[in-house]
């Protein structure tokens, strides 16, 4: 389908990306949705609930140091410098993980964590439709996509 035609039916269905992308959405979180309530497994415990970094917000830290620091012990250890990652945990720490609820665990809910990375997968799945449609693919073609 050209642009031309791809711009016409938007128009002619002005509503249409709009159910499109409502649909994105919601199959974007239902297919992570049975898992909010899970515990922090692997490497979550490390990389979250022990990480100081991340439990106490230091975002100067978080922009220096490797995503694996806490493990300075470890010689051998992935040294990875992943700072929008651990940003990005410093901020579900700060939205709804913390461990001031009833039962969380020392190192916080992981419900906060759970929903966000759902949202922010939803996000990634809507940007992509959008862009999909800027570069003129067929509105069944960006949904798919």
Not at 5 to 24: G, K, M, Y
Not at 86 to 113: D, E, M, Q, Y
Request: hydrophobic share 50%.
């Amino acid at each position: 389908m050209s642009k031309e035609n791809s711009s016409a039916l938007i128009t002619a269905r002005p509503h249409a990306p709009w159910l499109w992308a409502a649909a994105i959405v919601v199959a974007a979180c239902l297919a992570y949705w049975g898992t909010v309530s899970y515990p922090f497994l692997h490497d979550d415990l490390t990389v979250i609930s022990e990480n100081p970094v991340v439990q106490e917000g230091r975002v100067g830290e978080a922009l220096t140091k490797d995503y694996w620091s806490m493990r300075a012990e470890e010689g051998g250890r992935d040294r990875l410098y992943r700072p929008l990652t651990t940003l990005s945990l410093i901020a579900n720490r700060w939205l709804g993980g913390s461990s001031a609820g009833g039962g969380a665990p020392v190192g916080g809910s992981p419900v906060g964590f759970r929903v966000v990375n759902i949202l922010l997968n939803a996000l990634a799945a809507l940007l992509l439709f959008w862009l999909a449609l800027a570069l003129g693919l067929s509105l069944r073609a960006a949904g798919a996509a």
